[in-house]
């Protein structure tokens, strides 16, 4: 969703490289639709594009080897694909979420609620793995009712963070797995009075740029998008040119744990 910060400058970083070699960017918005996804996999192929960069919805093979049938270079971006022969740059999402939910164990939270996207997206799935080995490191029982699931998107986020705040007891922190659900949980948090970092811890994955915010504020683990993206559009234009190495790579980027003043002090 090109309306998300994150891809913005996933965008940015494709086209800045892109250019320089002296090629243009077509952007498609899937949307995190399946059906959506193989229309305009099927309308690049139409207008003969040299090859494609894909974020797939669902950690599936099927639009990769789709793609491969037309012989069409294809490098995935940003999602974890076990069962797909394609070169993959992505962001350790698992390990950025157990930083995140290790900080605020070590801050003396225990009830902390997670709003994660679709079940079978890599990117949901991993931040939800790392958030469940941080509780299991910590020796504590994972109670089921602190998961909600829902999609990467600002008004699941705040149904899911009004549905999180309905437990009795309710959560003293909330974990946002993208920029998006923080944002939905931020707005959900201010229309139930609740305030952050005072009343509830709220922390995320990825960073918001400096101009959309008036001040640093969010605590997260920011995913490095330019830098993936530069990767990415590096190895997809070396595929083009013959130049790539045979074996398919998959090149695993660090999440970097930025504290500020949303996941507040340490509970007494």
């Not at 294809?74 to 992505?90: C, S």
Request: glycine fraction near 6%; charge should be negative; proline fraction near 5%.
């Amino acid at each position: 969703d090109i309306t998300n910060p994150f891809f913005t400058t996933v965008a940015r970083g494709v086209e800045d490289v892109a250019s320089e070699a002296g090629y243009t960017v077509t952007y498609c918005n899937t949307d995190e639709d399946e059906s959506k996804e193989q229309k305009n996999i099927d309308l690049l192929l139409q207008q003969q594009v040299d090859g494609i960069l894909l974020v797939p919805t669902l950690s599936k093979a099927d639009a990769i080897n789709y793609i491969q049938g037309y012989n069409l270079p294809v490098v995935v971006l940003d999602r974890r694909m076990p069962n797909a022969n394609a070169d993959v740059v992505r962001c350790d999402s698992e390990d950025g979420a157990f930083q995140l939910a290790s900080y605020l164990l070590e801050l003396g939270h225990r009830r902390i609620a997670i709003l994660t996207g679709p079940e079978g997206t890599s990117t949901a799935d991993d931040r939800l793995a790392g958030y469940r080995r941080a509780m299991f490191e910590a020796g504590l029982e994972l109670n089921e009712d602190w998961i909600f699931r829902g999609s990467f998107t600002q008004e699941s986020g705040f149904e899911m963070a009004t549905n999180a705040m309905r437990l009795t007891p309710s959560p003293t922190a909330i974990f946002a797995a993208n920029n998006f659900i923080a944002i939905g949980a931020m707005k959900a948090l201010q229309e139930l009075n609740q305030s952050v970092p005072e009343d509830i811890a709220l922390v995320g994955i990825d960073d918001l740029p400096e101009a959309l915010v008036m001040f640093p504020f969010l605590t997260v683990a920011a995913q490095p998008a330019y830098g993936m993206a530069k990767e990415a559009t590096r190895l997809l234009l070396a595929r083009i040119a013959g130049e790539a190495p045979a074996q398919h790579q998959e090149i695993v980027l660090p999440t970097e744990l930025i504290i500020r003043q949303s996941a507040g002090q340490p509970l007494l």
